[in-house]
């Protein structure tokens, strides 16, 4: 590790110097067409989770290329992405260059400087969190208390501790640190793993309230609000989460799929034979044709990882 890798900015600066590199860190595909199908997928899922209005106010922590920002920021009065990678955001900025109200801004650090207190009516963070330590977590969900407006909603993501998919994924982790050098730095953007009961803490502590929580799969998945002091407001929406529950959650067959992909990834199963397995799935869900496109994006991009299978 070189010494201009040990903090975020250069670290995901690093990631990010072209658009390729950018979305492969972005959702390991490095494919527009792929970027678009995660994105539309994670899209229809924050949809459900916040209810976004045309008339409203969006922020995005850790807005990589603007996957994201480029299904929602169209549906809304405003979409600030905001970056830790100066690279990052001007790539978001280029792609989102035609939509009325969309912008991506750079971070110097876990303070969301460009947004001013109470201006925000919903804001997310997917995928971002994973990737830092959790002092800095906890710095952001302040702000985000400090941003919303009385009322406002913000869903975020983490890796699930407690799921045993999640722990799986994490035990790789752990592996590849025994394997590492131990006089080096860990990695800055590693990912990072937590239990649902932490993350509560921390959005309590941060001055949010839970209003609703997923945490049956490898990934916790949380919804919070800046209160107002309005118990029937919060209760409705509660209410409301709940019946979008099936909307928001991560399901049983994304997980099954991602430890599956995990298998290819992690445990050296050829991608041929996981595409035939999940070729003979057929319709089971949406998500089946979205991992096919995306195993086929990363062997297409890594042919070498895998040696060719016999006819
Ligand atoms: C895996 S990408 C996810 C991007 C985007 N949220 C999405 O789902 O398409 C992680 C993003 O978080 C950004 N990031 C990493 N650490 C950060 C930090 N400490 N503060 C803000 N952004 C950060 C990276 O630059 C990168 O764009």
């Given at each position: 590790?070189?010494?201009?890798d040990?903090?975020?900015k250069?670290?995901?600066?690093?990631?990010?110097?072209?658009l390729?590199?950018g979305?492969?860190?972005?959702?390991?595909?490095?494919?527009?067409?792929?970027?678009a199908?995660?994105?539309?997928?994670?899209?229809?899922?924050?949809?459900?989770?916040?209810?976004?209005?045309?008339?409203?106010?969006?922020?995005?922590?850790?807005c990589g290329?603007?996957?994201?920002?480029?299904?929602?920021?169209?549906?809304?009065?405003?979409?600030?992405?905001?970056?830790?990678?100066?690279?990052?955001?001007?790539?978001?900025?280029?792609?989102?260059?035609?939509?009325?109200?969309?912008?991506?801004?750079?971070?110097?650090?876990?303070?969301?400087?460009?947004l001013?207190?109470?201006t925000?009516?919903?804001g997310?963070?997917?995928?971002?969190?994973?990737?830092?330590?959790?002092?800095?977590?906890?710095?952001?969900?302040?702000?985000?208390?400090?941003?919303?407006?009385?009322?406002?909603?913000?869903?975020?993501?983490?890796?699930?501790?407690?799921?045993?998919?999640?722990?799986?994924r994490?035990?790789?982790?752990?592996?590849e640190?025994?394997?590492?050098?131990?006089a080096?730095?860990?990695?800055?953007?590693?990912?990072?793993?937590?239990?649902?009961?932490?993350?509560?803490?921390?959005v309590?502590?941060?001055?949010?309230?839970?209003?609703?929580?997923?945490?049956?799969?490898?990934?916790?998945?949380?919804?919070?609000?800046?209160?107002d002091?309005d118990?029937?407001?919060?209760?409705?929406e509660?209410?409301?989460?709940?019946?979008?529950?099936?909307?928001?959650?991560?399901?049983p067959?994304?997980t099954?799929?991602?430890?599956?992909?995990?298998?290819?990834?992690?445990?050296g199963?050829?991608?041929?034979?996981?595409?035939?397995r999940?070729?003979?799935?057929?319709?089971?869900?949406?998500?089946?044709?979205?991992?096919?496109?995306?195993?086929?994006?990363?062997?297409?991009?890594?042919p070498?990882?895998?040696?060719?299978?016999?006819?």
């Open positions: 590790m070189t010494p201009r040990d903090n975020y250069a670290t995901w600066n690093a990631r990010s110097t072209n390729l590199d979305m492969l860190a972005v959702d390991g595909s490095a494919d527009e067409a792929v970027l199908r995660t994105g539309a997928y994670t899209a229809a899922q924050l949809r459900a989770a916040l209810a976004p209005g045309r008339d409203e106010h969006l922020f995005e922590i850790g290329v603007g996957r994201l920002g480029a299904q929602l920021a169209p549906e809304a009065a405003s979409w600030t992405g905001l970056d830790i990678a100066d690279n990052m955001a001007a790539l978001a900025r280029q792609r989102l260059a035609g939509v009325p109200g969309a912008t991506a801004l750079a971070l110097d650090g876990p303070r969301l400087a460009p001013a207190d109470a925000m009516d919903k997310w963070c997917v995928a971002v969190f994973i990737h830092m330590d959790k002092e800095d977590m906890v710095l952001y969900l302040r702000e985000v208390a400090r941003v919303l407006r009385p009322g406002g909603l913000f869903y975020f993501d983490h890796w699930n501790l407690a799921h045993p998919v999640g722990w799986r994490f035990a790789y982790e752990v592996d640190v025994g394997r590492s050098d131990p080096q730095r860990k990695d800055v953007a590693r990912n990072q793993f937590c239990t649902p009961e932490e993350l509560r803490l921390y309590r502590h941060a001055g949010l309230e839970l209003v609703f929580e997923h945490s049956d799969s490898p990934w916790v998945q949380m919804v919070v609000r800046r209160p002091g118990a029937t407001r919060r209760d409705a509660r209410a409301r989460l709940e019946a979008a529950r099936p909307a928001i959650a991560c399901t067959l994304w099954r799929l991602f430890a599956e992909a995990c298998e290819v990834l992690i445990e199963v050829h991608p041929a034979t996981m595409l035939a999940w070729r003979a799935l057929g319709d089971a869900g949406p998500e089946v044709p979205l991992f096919i496109a995306w195993l086929e994006a990363a062997w297409r991009r890594q070498q990882s895998w040696p060719p299978q016999a006819a």
